[in-house]
C-alpha cells in the first residue's frame, strides 16, 4: 500500500524555521517525481516545491523562493522541506504528494505562524 | 503562470442528478511531449485531496466510472453523472504541463 506520512509541523513564531519531513513507502521512492502542496485554512491548493526522482531538479514556487529549500534522500525514503524566515502567510497544512502529473497526497502536517 | 479558472464555484445538486465543472486555462496545456496535463482532484470535508482523474480523461483504479473527464487544449470538464451523497466535496482542476503547477479555484459540490 502506498504511504506518504508527513511530520515536522508545529506552531513557529514569524521569522522562525521548520523541517518537514514525508516518509514514503509501498513504492519505488526513487523513481518518482515529489512535491509540496500547501493549503492555507479555508482555502484552496497552492504547489509549493518540486524535485525530480534523482534530485537533479528542482523547482519552487516564487512566493517560498530563497527561504524554503528542498531535498531528498532516496536510501531512506525520505523527502525534507527546509522552511527559514516563515512568515505569518506561510501557515497551512503541506502536503506530501508523489507527483503532480498522476498524484498520490499524503495527510498532511500543520504549520502555524504566529506570535 | 498557467491561470485556471473553474466554473462554477458551487454546485447545488439533487441526489442521482448530474453536475458538471469546468476548468479553462489560460494558455495550452499540451506539453511537448504530446500529452495534456490536466489533472481532476476531489477534496472531501476533513480529507486531503485524492486524484479522480489524470491526462484529461483517465480515470484512477476504484474511480467510480459515473466520473469522466473530457477537453483538450485550454478547456476541460468534469462530469459526474449521477451525484450520490460520499461526492460532496470540493473538486479542484490542476495542471501539471508547466511549472508553477497551479490548481483552480475550487468547486464546491453540495447537496440540495
Known amino acids: 500500500e502506498v504511504q506518504l506520512v508527513e511530520s515536522g509541523g508545529g506552531l513557529v513564531q514569524p521569522g522562525g524555521s521548520l523541517r518537514l519531513s514525508c516518509a514514503a513507502s509501498?513504492?519505488?521512492?526513487?523513481?518518482?517525481?515529489m512535491n509540496w502542496v500547501r493549503q492555507a485554512p479555508g482555502k484552496g491548493l497552492e504547489w509549493v516545491s518540486y524535485i525530480s526522482s534523482s534530485g537533479s531538479s528542482i523547482y519552487y514556487a516564487d512566493s517560498v523562493k530563497g527561504r524554503f529549500t528542498l531535498s531528498r534522500d532516496n536510501a531512506n525514503n525520505s523527502l525534507y522541506l527546509l522552511m527559514n524566515s516563515l512568515r505569518v502567510e506561510d501557515s497551512a497544512v503541506y502536503y506530501c504528494?508523489?507527483?503532480?502529473?498522476?498524484?498520490?497526497w499524503g495527510q498532511g502536517t500543520l504549520v502555524t505562524v504566529s506570535s | 503562470d498557467i491561470v485556471m479558472t473553474q466554473t462554477p464555484l458551487s454546485s447545488p445538486v439533487t441526489l442521482g442528478q448530474p453536475a458538471s465543472i469546468s476548468c479553462r486555462s489560460s494558455q495550452s496545456l499540451v506539453h511537448s511531449d504530446g500529452n495534456t496535463y490536466l489533472s481532476w482532484l476531489q477534496q472531501r470535508p476533513g480529507q486531503p485531496p485524492r486524484l479522480l482523474i489524470y491526462?484529461?480523461?483517465n480515470r484512477l483504479s476504484g474511480v467510480p466510472d459515473r466520473f469522466s473527464g473530457s477537453g483538450a487544449g485550454t478547456d476541460f470538464t468534469l462530469k459526474i453523472s449521477r451525484v450520490e451523497a460520499e461526492d460532496v466535496g470540493v473538486y479542484y482542476c490542476?495542471?501539471?504541463?508547466?511549472?508553477?503547477?497551479?490548481f483552480g479555484q475550487g468547486t464546491k459540490v453540495e447537496i440540495k
Open positions: 491526462k484529461i480523461s
Open positions: 509501498g513504492f519505488t521512492f526513487s523513481s518518482y517525481e
Open positions: 504528494v508523489r507527483s503532480t502529473r498522476s498524484s498520490f
Open positions: 490542476m495542471q501539471a504541463t508547466q511549472f508553477p503547477r497551479t
